[in-house]
């Protein structure tokens, strides 16, 4: 990727726990071409929303450590002060979180908030367009009578609305970075098609990248560009979708896709034998060392870096598989 | 308001229309059940027969319990709360001609202890863990541990009597709002300081609770400014859990009321309560702590009113479930 919109390098977050530091990122690498939707898939835990919140640089309260950079067009956010950062929020970036349940504030209605973050981005707009525009991103998200959910409350609706609403608020925001955090998981598989739809869609109006959480590689396979796969806190494998899904590197995205085609059409991510390491005592060598039915002695000892291991693809393994 | 708005509404009402008619049961078992001769009780050892007779008589003593009861609801009902033993006076009047002073006295501590108690709250949970933080958290610990009849004296001590800054005793010449203005000031400040430390510790906490909550995140992560979070988005989540434990607080301010009243010398149902238990004039406390009773549950009502009218949660309980 030449002028990728972010470029992430070294970035590396450690958290405090009761049981000492927590290494929840570790030297992540990470190009998001422009225009561009980019797949995140990994297990429960491996740091996908961890990831995603550093983008937008919302920290846990109990931070330890926070390197890297991490560079949209130019700017490090890491390095930027609050005031600037927090410019970028909701105008630049902006974020779609996995839980829409919690995701919206109980005591104010749809409209109220949604009207919030359509002025916030166009701080001209008077209230009653604001709540134009507002309905209208509802009408596109397929919520029926959107004129009437402007004045509902989040508890009357339900969790897929809720979940569309989610949605229709990060799109007012026109970000030209948007990050969807499992945006689907509360969705039946009709509302999930068309939310998929919509972000296609989205990505050709507006020419923005899309970061794409999803435990279900069918959906990431589907309309991702790219893919990326996360394992305890760290990259294992990035490239091309449809070539890391036709021929994985990492014996994880193996395992991970075998555990997709076994459970059939509607498989999320089944488990994969093994556990997934403990972030506050964190493996000697690689990573998924423990898990890896492949390991060998060197495995154990020294953790493989992300390198190149064909154009457009890279992999943290010793022994990656044979790339075409 | 919906459906759902008025069964709140009416289901609170009878509420408050039962612990109502239990406080009556209540007082007039209190006055039928004490031991011994009522009259003796009632009237002292140094009764004369005669008028004791007459006494028995005319408040129905001697007739079987049930009429009496049925004689002191049917009184009540019609607004009529006995007659003092004393000055014979109606009861009703009595209590009327104070219930003023004491109202305008709770009601101006509550709205003290609320306008610094939020904002000191508000200010020590947006400055979590600062000096002025554990300034705060100190005093509002002293103020709420010092009784408010103290706190009376001292001002009383201070004010009035050292710097001679505000006038003594008494409620002020009737005639003279300003006067009255001013007498009303250290008696409300002594029964707020208390309040303003409870409100201020109460608010911090329930502050940093939401503070934490996703919503809260979202509104961040659109970038709205941290004025319009916290002031709008976390203020009006934080209120709830302050509004029903200041609903509960009433009694115990009205509490207070009686003490500081008597300590300043101002007219009020304190100083009522406390002539007429000192005298055992029966009729008249009964009277007073029934107004103080029906005081309490309005306000309670209001309480439960206003905390619906933050909460749309409230309002749809009890209706079926979340649209789809
Ligand atoms: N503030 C924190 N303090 C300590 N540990 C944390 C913190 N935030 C995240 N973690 C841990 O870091 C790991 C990654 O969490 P994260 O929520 O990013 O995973 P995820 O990939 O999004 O998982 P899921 O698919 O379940 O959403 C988990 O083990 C989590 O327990
Ligand atoms: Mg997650």
């Known amino acids: ?324 | 308001m919906g459906a759902g708005g008025a069964r709140y509404l009416a289901g609170r009402l009878l509420t408050s229309l039962l612990i109502v008619f239990g406080a009556m049961l209540l007082l007039f078992a209190l006055s039928a059940l004490v031991p011994g001769d009522p009259a003796a009780t009632l009237l002292g050892p140094q009764a004369t027969p005669e008028f004791a007779a007459r006494f028995v008589r005319e408040m129905g003593l001697d007739r079987p319990l049930h009429e009496r009861l049925w004689l002191f609801l049917s009184n009540v009902l019609t607004g009529n709360l006995g007659v003092d033993v004393l000055s014979g006076r109606p009861v009703a009047g009595l209590v009327l001609s104070v219930l003023p002073s004491t109202v305008i006295l709770t009601f101006s501590a509550i709205g003290l202890a609320v306008l610094a108690g939020v904002p000191l709250g508000i200010f020590a949970a947006t400055h979590r863990g600062s000096v002025a933080d554990n300034v705060l958290a100190i005093l509002s610990v002293a103020f709420i541990a010092v009784p408010s009849f103290v706190v009376a004296i001292l001002l009383l001590l201070v004010f009035s009597l050292w710097l001679d800054w505000l006038p003594v005793l008494g409620g002020g010449d009737a005639s003279d709002p300003i006067d009255q203005a001013k007498r009303l000031i250290l008696p409300a400040l002594a029964l707020a300081l208390g309040w303003i430390g409870f409100i201020a510790r109460l608010v911090r906490s329930s502050m940093l609770e939401v503070m934490a909550e996703p919503y809260i995140r979202t509104a961040r992560a659109y970038g709205l400014p941290e004025r319009i979070v916290t002031y709008k988005y976390a203020l009006k989540n934080a209120c709830i859990p302050t509004l029903a434990i200041l609903g509960l607080g009433i009694g115990r301010l009205l509490g207070g009321a009686v003490l500081v009243e008597i300590v300043f010398a101002r007219p009020g149902l304190g100083r009522l309560i406390y002539d007429a238990i000192s005298v055992r004039n029966f009729p008249v406390v009964q009277g007073s702590v029934l107004v103080v009773v029906v005081l309490f549950v309005v306000v309670n009502l209001l309480v439960d009113l206003s905390y619906a009218a933050i909460d749309p949660r409230l309002r749809d309980q009890g209706r079926g479930g979340a649209a789809r």
């Open chain 1, 1 to 324: 990727m030449d002028d990728p919109l972010l470029r992430i390098r070294g970035l590396t977050m450690t958290a405090r726990t009761a049981r000492g530091p927590a290494r929840i990122l570790s030297d992540i690498h990470l190009d998001i071409g422009r225009g561009r939707i980019l797949g995140v898939v990994g297990e429960s835990g491996s740091g996908k929303s961890s990831l995603a919140s550093c983008l937008l640089r919302l920290l846990p309260p109990n931070l330890e450590r926070l390197e890297g950079s991490v560079d949209l067009a130019g700017t490090d956010l890491l390095s930027l002060p609050e005031p600037a950062m927090a410019a970028l929020r909701g105008t630049r970036i902006a974020m779609v979180f996995q839980d829409p349940m919690s995701a919206l504030n109980p005591v104010f209605t749809i409209g109220t908030q949604m009207v919030d973050v359509a002025r916030r981005r166009a701080p001209g707009l008077t209230r009653a367009q604001a709540l134009a525009k507002a309905e209208a991103m509802l009408a596109r998200v397929a919520i029926p009578d959107p004129r009437a959910r402007l004045a509902a409350y989040p508890h009357q609706l339900s969790g897929g609305m809720r979940q569309r609403v989610v949605i229709a608020m990060a799109l007012l925001a026109e970000p030209e970075l948007l990050l969807a955090d499992e945006p689907t998981t509360a969705l039946d598989a009709t509302v999930e098609a068309q939310i998929v739809a919509l972000l296609d869609d989205l990505r050709r109006d507006i020419a923005g990248s899309i970061v794409l959480i999803s435990h279900h590689l069918g959906l990431v396979a589907q309309l991702c560009d790219d893919l990326c796969v996360m394992y305890a806190g760290t990259v294992v494998e990035t490239g091309p979708t449809a070539a890391v899904l036709a021929a994985p590197a990492h014996p994880y995205t193996r395992a991970l896709l075998a555990c997709e085609i076994e459970a059939g059409d509607e498989g999320r991510l089944a488990s994969i034998p093994g556990e997934v390491p403990d972030p506050v005592a964190p493996a000697q060598g690689c990573v998924f060392a423990p898990r890896c039915a492949r390991a060998e002695p060197r495995c154990h000892a020294e953790p493989p870096l992300l390198r190149d291991i064909a154009p457009g693809r890279r992999a943290a393994c010793h022994f990656p598989g044979a790339v075409p």
